[in-house]
């Protein structure tokens, strides 16, 4: 273990390839920066740049783009609402409200912060337990990632709070949206109306665009202009009581993070939204939620953080890819003639130790780089609105041609605008719709193998050990959310009550 | 106000007509496939009925929920328009335009916004949404044109750049060729 | 190693030189009918799979002995049938190419599509990748024959990685052969089959060599059978008797090629079929060959169209059911 830190050490620490991870950071951030372009298509695009280099500064270089688009995805959700992958769409809940409210550094550097340690921890378990972690996420079949998916959807209901009901039904309405096109394992197209671009589906990507950007904007322009957002340098700084409170989502977000990235398939998205339910039920701060409490964007930008590092698991010690951005990186592997499988630790250690080493390097360049930059990004703000939302549409709409490069995804984006907007007016929640849609394709895979595996019984969820785990905990949580908070609550009445023997607490 | 309630209204019976054909659709691409497996429509009969259920009880919950005490529809009394009026007076913002001014605005933004994905054909898409960018600058915001244009022409360079430049995606083109 | 250092080498110079160059000159058709300026390479799957890693070496080895600018383009989504509709809609122009597999035959006869192999100008077959019946290192199977027998009786769970799939076609065959059946589960990916067949979710499968050669190496799966007409060269395969051998007949190849628009001039045909020669010789060509541990078989124009009516006809046996 140490030996092989140290060989990772000399691979990866050289300047050439500290250098191209910077390159890579840097670049991946622009790119994340872009409304639509995520991690999954930054490496994709990127790769012919990297084919010139030595494999493992190609790689490095590939983690730092893919790390950067994380960060840079997250940086548009906090400013203008406009997440760049489906796993940072629940910053957007906290992190947009605490923007409006002259706290957008406080904000982008929260999310450095939880990356930086939620990377930290979930690296460090990677390097340790590869190999065992990934045999145990071997384990969870479709009938298991079904379990998963009930219970991910019972934590998020969580969320809409008071309108319960319509958080579920747009969540729902999610599910349904993600039916149209082929799904897996059936050859009949279902709801494309003879439309060729519908046959694969409506893709999110767009969606969020349409929905988070275009219809923030329409929003806007209804409501009216805010003031612009003059606040002082030294107000977009974090605070330290901030950062007190944002331990707990931290640590918290990291292991749902890590828990859910090990297992193929699942990943970031559900962490996120999984890791702001839990939060939501255990904070003490949890009326702030959705009017910009820090710990909604610390625990899912931990989480997604944490879940995109676990995803290496299966992907570096099996060679199936944990993602859609690995699943990429697996193609570069064999671009350079690794064959990537259980032996890559074995025939290839300085490559792997190299990464593993390297992807440690990306995470604190990119706090380096990110943390003294995160109250000058906030000053964007400052555009007056007038040229800022035009410029948000233009952008919205060239990223989303780009995803695919295709005058369809256009479309998309103004469809779901309106729509986003009318959700906006009368009052309907879109990350559930977002959540819904992202989940869909899984959740219906995992329904067709389990009743496939079953010969047509869902049964077989309890007949198998671990799913029947998951599920009597996803139905404790169901059952008893008066139980938790009432646990919660005794909890907290008693921290109140310390804290209020030392000094008053204005609130 | 009356308009947002008819509105939620409105959205609720939309979706529960949604989430209705839904069922429908899902049930002629048939639910279970042979021996009792779950075929193409089991998830549209599924997310459908729940859309149709929630929207349904939506409708209930936004019908049933009394009336807000509200000063300003009790002075109107019936007449909408004079409320609406009413309420747009007292919300005004910074820049001193009323929610109908708002309202009007938006639909000029949307305007555009159709007219400009109409022009991308023609003029290209980068100059298209430029021109959407000025326009709007101009005379929707009412800004003063030489900074609008200074805005326009370095966003648009940058875009181009970025996006066909640096990542080489094949924008649609105009008149204007490449750019 | 040299070559693929030149290949990569060439590639990403070129990528810089396009970057500086590609401002100029859309993808539009010259006025002689040929090919020329920047050109797109349709891949009808994401990036990452088989299909997309093809698509690119065919774009990096066309673009060397070129003078073009051939960019990648993923089109993904209904099993290929949104990549192969849109180049329908390409049809005489010259600029366009499709890095083609099965799908090409296997959608027309599966779905409501309106293109068939006919819609299109058949390029180059580059090579035949087949696929190996695998199972987990523990599992009581030694051979093809065990398997069938062992559906004729029991159940035994086959994993599919799609409806229209290579492995979906191979599992048909047998069962019309042998007179059996077997239970599928479907997966979305050759990956994700084999994380099934690894935690035991699933009994056999049927993949690509490239897609199982690692864990073949560490003992994790191994191959009782090849679905090809004979044992392969490749030393790591070499063992593997053929499903014929063990008494069950069925192969079956799975081509991948490329093909250019439908109503595309014969000049235009001509410059391809010839660019696409020149690239069978080169060095990228062997290599990929080697790294997707395909047979090399290629064939061009006139008899790639008939290589296709035959497969065609194959095929629509398979799904006449």
Redesign the interface.
């Known amino acids: 273990m140490i030996e092989n830190l140290i060989l990772g050490f000399q691979t990866a620490f050289t300047p050439e390839n500290i250098f191209w991870c910077f390159i890579g950071v840097f670049a991946g951030t622009v790119i994340g920066l872009l409304p639509g372009l995520g991690s999954?298509t930054g490496v994709?695009i990127l790769i012919?740049?990297t084919?010139?280099l030595e494999p493992v500064t190609a790689l490095i270089m590939l983690a730092g783009i893919y790390y950067g688009a994380q960060y840079g995805g997250t940086i548009t959700s906090v400013l203008i609402s406009t997440p760049g992958e489906a796993a940072s769409v629940v910053t957007t809940l906290d992190g947009y409200k605490m923007a409006r409210n002259g706290r957008a550094g406080a904000a982008l550097s929260i999310s450095a912060i939880g990356s930086f340690i939620a990377a930290i921890i979930s690296l460090a378990l990677l390097m340790a337990l590869a190999p065992p972690l990934a045999n145990l996420a071997?384990?969870?079949?479709?009938?298991e990632n079904l379990a998963i998916m009930i219970l991910g959807l019972v934590i998020v209901v969580s969320f809409a709070g008071g309108a319960f009901s319509r958080g579920l039904m747009m969540a729902a309405l999610g599910l349904l949206i993600s039916t149209v096109?082929?799904a897996?394992?059936?050859?009949?197209?279902r709801f494309t109306f003879g439309n060729?671009?519908l046959?694969?589906?409506i893709p999110f990507v767009e969606v969020m665009i349409g929905l988070f950007a275009v219809g923030e904007v329409l929003h806007q322009i209804r409501v009216g202009a805010a003031a612009p957002i003059r606040t002082k340098f030294r107000d977009l700084m974090i605070t330290r009581s901030e950062l007190k409170r944002s331990v707990g989502p931290i640590l918290r977000g990291s292991g749902v993070g890590f828990i859910l990235g090990i297992l193929?398939g699942a990943g970031s998205t559900l962490a996120s939204f999984m890791s702001y339910g839990i939060e939501k039920r255990v904070s003490k701060n949890r009326d702030q939620f959705g009017k910009g409490a820090i710990e909604g964007v610390a625990a899912p930008e931990s989480a997604n953080n944490a879940a995109a590092n676990a995803n290496f698991v299966?992907t570096l010690a099996?060679?199936?890819?944990g993602g859609g951005t690995t699943?990429?990186l697996?193609?570069a592997f064999?671009?350079?003639?690794l064959?990537?499988?259980?032996?890559?630790f074995e025939t290839q250690p300085t490559l792997i130790w190299g990464l593993l080493v390297s992807f440690f390097i990306g995470n604190v360049l990119l706090l380096v780089l990110n943390l003294p930059l995160a109250p000058v990004f906030g000053q964007m703000l400052r555009i007056p609105y007038g040229y800022l939302y035009p410029i948000i549409l233009l952008t919205s709409f060239v990223g989303a041609y780009a995803v695919?490069?295709?005058f369809f995804s256009v479309l998309i984006v103004f469809v779901f605008g309106i729509i986003g907007w009318i959700m906006k007016e009368v009052d309907l929640p879109m990350a559930p719709l977002v959540l819904g849609l992202v989940l869909g394709p899984l959740f219906e895979?995992s329904l067709?193998?389990t009743s496939?595996?079953g010969?047509g019984s869902f049964l077989v969820l309890f007949e198998h050990p671990i799913s029947v785990v998951i599920l009597v905990f996803a139905a404790l949580l169901a059952a008893g959310p008066s139980l938790t908070r009432r646990l919660v609550a005794r909890r907290h009445a008693k921290q109140a009550d310390r804290e209020n023997d030392k000094t008053p607490v204005a609130h | 106000m009356i308009t947002a309630r008819r509105a939620g209204l409105g959205a609720s019976i939309v979706l529960a007509v949604i989430g209705i054909a839904a069922v429908l659709g899902g049930t002629g691409y048939g639910m279970f496939v042979d021996g009792g497996e779950v075929g193409p429509g089991f998830l549209p009969v599924f997310a459908g009925s729940l859309v149709a259920l929630f929207a349904v009880l939506d409708v209930m919950g936004r019908l049933k929920r009394v009336p807000e005490h509200d000063p300003l529809k009790e002075v109107a009394g019936a007449d909408e328009e004079l409320a609406a009026d009413l309420a747009a007076e007292s919300d005004v913002d910074i820049f001193g335009r009323t929610q109908s001014q708002r309202t009007r605005m938006l639909a000029i933004v949307l305007g555009v916004l159709v007219a400009t994905l109409a022009l991308v054909q023609v003029l290209g898409f980068i100059p298209a949404f430029g021109l959407m960018l000025f326009v709007i600058a101009v005379f929707v915001e009412r800004r003063k044109w030489l900074p609008s244009l200074l805005v326009t022409v370095v966003t648009c360079v940058v875009v181009y750049l970025i996006f066909?430049?640096?990542l080489?995606v094949?924008l649609p083109?105009g008149v204007f060729?490449?750019f | 190693?040299k070559s693929?250092t030149v290949g990569?080498?060439a590639?990403?110079?070129a990528?810089?030189l396009?970057?500086g160059a590609?401002?100029?000159?859309?993808?539009s058709a010259s006025s002689s009918g040929e090919p020329s300026g920047?050109v797109?390479m349709i891949v009808p799957f994401?990036?990452?799979?088989g299909s997309?890693?093809s698509g690119r070496a065919i774009a990096a080895g066309l673009e060397e002995g070129t003078s073009l600018n051939i960019?990648v383009?993923?089109?993904?989504?209904?099993?290929g049938?949104?990549g192969y509709?849109?180049f329908l809609g390409q049809e005489g122009n010259p600029n366009y190419l499709l890095a083609s597999e099965t799908a090409l035959l296997a959608l027309p006869l599966?779905?409501?599509v309106e293109f068939s192999y006919e819609s299109f100008t058949p390029i180059m077959k580059l090579g035949d990748d087949y696929t190996l019946l695998v199972v987990p290192a523990d599992s009581e199977w030694e051979t093809c024959t065990d398997v069938v027998d062992a559906a004729s009786s029991d159940r035994v769970?086959a994993a599919?990685s799609?409806?229209?799939s290579l492995d979906e076609i191979v599992f048909t065959l047998v069962e019309d052969a042998e007179g059996v059946e077997f239970?599928?589960?479907?997966?979305?990916s050759g990956?994700?089959v084999?994380?099934?067949l690894?935690?035991?979710?699933v009994d056999v499968a049927s993949l690509n060599p490239?897609e199982v050669?690692?864990?073949l190496?560490?003992g994790?799966l191994k191959a009782l059978c090849a679905f090809s007409e004979e044992r392969y060269e490749y030393e790591a395969l070499a063992d593997i008797p053929t499903a014929k051998e063990q008494g069950v007949d069925v192969s079956f190849a799975q081509f991948r090629g490329f093909i250019a628009p439908g109503g595309i001039s014969d000049e235009a045909r001509e410059y391809w079929i010839e660019a696409a020669q020149a690239f069978a010789e080169t060095d990228a060509y062997d290599s990929y060959i080697e790294?997707n541990v395909m047979q090399a078989n290629a064939v061009y124009g006139d008899e790639f169209v008939e290589y296709l009516e035959g497969n065609s006809a194959d095929l629509e046996k398979v799904f006449a059911e």
Do not use: H, W
Request: hydrophobic share 35%.
């Open positions: 999954t994709a012919p740049l084919l010139t071997l384990q969870f079949g479709p009938v096109g082929v897996t394992g059936f050859s009949s197209a060729v671009d046959l694969s589906g193929p299966p099996l060679g199936i890819p699943a990429v697996l193609g064999t671009i350079y003639g064959q990537p499988g259980p032996l890559l695919s490069n295709n895979k067709v193998q496939a595996i010969q | 066909v430049t640096f080489r094949p083109e060729g490449g | 190693m693929r990569a080498a590639l990403g110079t990528a810089i396009t970057l590609c401002a100029g000159g859309g993808a920047d797109r994401s990036a990452g799979g997309d890693q960019s383009e993923n089109r993904e989504g209904g099993s049938a949104v509709s849109f599966t779905q409501d769970v599919v799609g409806a229209t239970d599928r589960v479907p997966f979305e990956s994700e084999l994380a099934g690894l935690g035991g979710q490239s050669l690692g864990q190496e560490s994790d790294e």
